[in-house]
């Protein structure tokens, strides 16, 4: 019995792509959304990424499903291992990456430079700086 709808290729090709949009999204999504409801609360980028986190999900999910169902046979017992190699090995440190490169700027107390005790350096003159080094 022949199968209905698309070819093969076709379908895997969409599958793939809706593999990389669902990775991409996923991450941004996850990376974003974390960052800004750990550090400033719900704010208009939190609502925005956990959108693109459960669209990113969705096509991750149904990307995976492509292209488990494109795959013939005995093949399809690899998707749960490549699944778990493209969780740890892609989506784990983008996710990663983007919550430390998104994350929103924190308070600013009412402390200045001057009020840190620290050591001034203090220079006299006539004196000169001693090489380490020969």
Known sequence: MARSGPPVALR????GAALVLGIAGTA???GVA???LAKAD???AAVVAAVVLVTG???LAWGAAAL???TPGWWRLLAMPMAMAVLWFVLLPLTVA???TSRPPGPLGPATPDDVPYLRPQFRPGRTARRHWR
């Open 98 to 100: 983007v919550n430390a």
């Open 28 to 30: 941004a999504g996850a």
């Open 68 to 70: 488990v169902r494109a």
């Open 42 to 44: 719900l704010d208009a």
């Open 12 to 15: 895997a090709g969409r599958g």
């Open 57 to 59: 999900v969705s096509l």
């Open 34 to 36: 974390s960052a800004h």
